[in-house]
């Protein structure tokens, strides 16, 4: 199975400034293809799971744009460019390359300082 | 919009049997793969099942942990997707979301149903 880990595991950041949560995979994650399947969800207190990126750097419609996905092969990053209180939750990645086994990592805690 | 919403949440004696269930609208129910991931209280996300759709002719795969003891099935007069769970553990206590899968990954998620095992 893929292992897929997640760092920090928890994120204190003052509001307005950057954020980055790292996210690595015991394998690549590239597929037969070419394509690499890495995504991003966000889980507010008390919601489901809303995913905000798909494909390592494809923004869903309305997520907004000061949250970016990047990386390749192994490691990847999320990147929120100026934190907003709304953006206080936990964020997981997923590997969606070793089908149909996808795995979660164990989730970064972004809290406010 | 896509909408999932499940029901069917229970507390339920270890070994005892519970289904689970997914209304679906918004969407063509035949078009996508649908699947069931699961929280446990406080920790992070698993998946659990999954049924491909129509193109896939609706195949089938279950994690290891509720191999032979999970079944999910589609009703497609209802569009709706169920997970038949016997044998369950105390491990099996979560939340359980139903999810729409696309682009190799969970687009669409519904609000979940609270499954807990216990005597």
């Known amino acids: 199975d893929v292992v897929v880990t997640q760092s920090p595991l928890i994120l204190p950041v003052t509001l307005g400034q950057p954020a980055s949560i790292s996210c690595r995979s015991s394998?690549?994650?590239?597929?037969?293809?070419?394509?690499?399947?890495l995504s991003w969800f966000q889980q507010r207190p008390g919601q489901s799971p809303r995913r905000l990126i798909f494909q390592v750097s494809n923004r869903d419609s309305g997520v907004p744009d000061r949250f970016s996905g990047s990386g390749s092969g192994t490691d990847f990053t999320l990147e929120i460019s100026r934190v907003e209180a709304e953006d206080v939750a936990v964020y997981y990645c997923?590997?969606?390359?070793?089908?149909?086994?996808?795995?979660f990592g164990q989730g970064t805690k972004l809290e406010i300082k | 919009e896509a909408q999932l919403v499940e029901t069917g949440g229970d507390l339920v004696q270890p070994g005892g049997s519970l289904r689970l269930s997914c209304a679906t609208s918004?969407?063509?129910?035949?078009?996508?793969?649908l699947a069931w991931v699961r929280q446990a209280p406080g920790k992070g996300l698993e998946w659990v099942a999954r049924s491909a759709n129509e193109n896939d002719r609706y195949v089938t795969d279950y994690a290891a942990s509720v191999k032979g003891r999970f079944t999910i099935s589609r009703d497609h007069s209802k569009k709706s997707v169920h997970l038949q769970m016997n044998s369950l553990r105390a491990e099996d206590t979560a939340v359980y979301y139903c999810?729409?899968?696309?682009?190799?990954?969970?687009?669409?998620w519904g609000r979940g149903t609270l499954v807990t095992v216990s005597s």
């Open positions: 997923m590997q969606g390359s070793q089908w149909p086994m996808y795995t």
């Open positions: 999810v729409r899968e696309s682009w190799w990954s969970y687009e669409a």
């Open positions: 918004g969407f063509s129910f035949t078009s996508f793969y």
């Open positions: 394998q690549s994650l590239v597929d037969r293809n070419g394509n690499t399947y």
